[in-house]
């Protein structure tokens, strides 16, 4: 098994080999998800703590059942509602998890960074879900298992990531991935809403739309992140709609089997037309959704083999002492 790392903190600490490594095994768990039956025993007798301290039903209702389905014991902590609001800090949050046993943590935080502080003083897997503008790392392998299943691989494709760069996590992981899989990376967005130092990403940059979605195989689009804005980065969602938002007319410079994504949640009519979200034969918006499920069994199956081997060599250990 080419996979080795005790943490899911991101994309850019995975070799190629071990993304292939995870989207081989989310395939036989979308096979899983599609049965009459969908529960199996990778997990059994763990405990998996979700803890979100910024909101996604989403991503948090995908890690939930993924957990049930590996059999594993399931518990979201309400930390709006808990002591970190109260002015408890990370370091103290490791403390109270680490008295409670958890086997998998999935956390979800504002601040860059916050989920490899947690990492590195628990005693169990982690698994980020999304901190800051840093990465959201199951997002990107979820896409890259749309994008292999609809296109049949994962390598030497033209994908235009468009929107809201600057403020996007996705983005990021999804660039990481990308590259590490050689593939032609075209950001499309206006300049308010390109990162500093964009040139130094190896991509090709864009400001028109038409442009960049030229000969495209895969389509991307990104939520404007208006909670991550302090100023008017755009005119208004009327005109942002006009020069960046997906319609017919915009996606028919793509290629004519190019497929569209969105990691959702979507503004409609701002970033992306109803009808092309919708269109069955172009969007594969919803297949998102259901590999992202798929995805996170993957992940956490695959930490939890690890953690149970480091386990058992430190029982080993201790035996011989």
Same mark, same amino acid.
């Given at each position: 098994?080419?996979?080795?790392?005790?943490?899911?903190?991101? +994309?850019?600490?995975?070799?190629?080999?071990?993304?292939?490594?995870?989207?081989?095994?989310?395939?036989?768990?979308?096979?899983?998800?599609?049965?009459?039956?969908?529960?199996?025993?990778?997990?059994?007798?763990?405990?998996? +703590?979700?803890?979100?301290?910024?909101?996604?039903?989403?991503?948090?209702?995908?890690?939930?059942?993924?957990?049930?389905?590996l059999g594993a014991d399931v518990m979201n902590?309400?930390?709006?509602?808990?002591?970190?609001?109260?002015?408890?800090?990370?370091?103290?949050?490791?403390?109270?998890?680490?008295?409670?046993?958890?086997?998998?943590?999935?956390?979800? %935080?504002?601040?860059?960074?916050?989920?490899?502080?947690? $990492?590195?003083?628990?005693?169990?897997?982690?698994?980020?879900?999304?901190?800051?503008?840093?990465? %959201?790392?199951?997002?990107?392998?979820?896409?890259?298992?749309?994008?292999?299943? $609809?296109?049949?691989?994962?390598?030497?494709?033209?994908?235009?990531?468009?929107?809201?760069?600057?403020?996007?996590?996705?983005?990021?992981?999804?660039?990481?991935?990308?590259?590490?899989?050689?593939?032609?990376?075209?950001?499309?967005?206006?300049?308010?809403?390109?990162?500093?130092?964009?040139?130094?990403?190896?991509?090709?940059?864009?400001?028109?739309?038409?442009?960049?979605?030229?000969?495209?195989?895969?389509?991307?689009?990104?939520?404007?992140?208006?909670?991550?804005?302090?100023?008017?980065?755009?005119?208004?969602?009327?005109?942002?709609?006009?020069?960046?938002?997906?319609?017919?007319?915009?996606? @028919?410079?793509?290629?004519?089997? $190019? +497929?569209?994504?969105?990691? &959702?949640?979507?503004?409609?009519?701002?970033?992306?037309? &109803?009808? +092309?979200?919708?269109?069955?034969?172009?969007?594969?918006?919803?297949?998102?959704?259901?590999?992202?499920? $798929?995805?996170?069994?993957?992940?956490?199956?695959?930490?939890?083999?690890?953690?149970? @081997?480091?386990?058992?060599?430190?029982?080993?250990?201790?035996?011989?002492?």
């Amino acid at each position: 098994m080419s996979f080795r790392a005790r943490h899911l903190l991101g +994309i850019e600490q995975l070799s190629p080999a071990e993304i292939r490594t995870i989207l081989d095994l989310a395939d036989s768990y979308v096979d899983l998800n599609r049965r009459t039956v969908k529960r199996t025993d990778a997990l059994a007798g763990m405990t998996q +703590i979700n803890m979100f301290f910024e909101n996604s039903t989403r991503t948090q209702a995908s890690f939930e059942l993924a957990g049930k389905r590996l059999g594993a014991d399931v518990m979201n902590m309400a930390v709006a509602q808990s002591s970190v609001k109260k002015g408890e800090t990370l370091i103290d949050t490791a403390l109270t998890l680490n008295a409670m046993h958890p086997d998998l943590l999935v956390v979800r %935080h504002p601040s860059s960074g916050a989920v490899n502080l947690l $990492a590195s003083k628990v005693n169990c897997a982690v698994l980020n879900a999304g901190d800051g503008r840093h990465e %959201h790392p199951t997002q990107a392998l979820l896409d890259a298992l749309t994008i292999r299943r $609809a296109k049949g691989r994962i390598q030497r494709l033209t994908v235009a990531i468009c929107g809201d760069i600057a403020h996007s996590r996705v983005a990021r992981s999804n660039l990481i991935l990308l590259g590490k899989m050689e593939n032609r990376i075209r950001l499309i967005g206006p300049p308010t809403l390109m990162p500093a130092g964009v040139a130094d990403f190896g991509c090709e940059i864009y400001d028109d739309m038409r442009r960049g979605l030229d000969g495209a195989d895969v389509v991307m689009m990104l939520r404007l992140q208006r909670e991550r804005m302090d100023g008017g980065f755009i005119p208004s969602e009327r005109e942002y709609f006009h020069r960046y938002g997906l319609d017919a007319e915009k996606l @028919a410079v793509a290629k004519p089997d $190019a +497929i569209v994504m969105h990691p &959702g949640p979507m503004n409609r009519g701002v970033e992306i037309d &109803g009808t +092309i979200a919708d269109d069955i034969n172009r969007s594969v918006i919803q297949e998102q959704v259901e590999m992202g499920v $798929a995805v996170r069994m993957a992940c956490m199956d695959l930490l939890a083999r690890n953690l149970r @081997a480091e386990r058992g060599r430190a029982a080993v250990g201790e035996a011989h002492a």
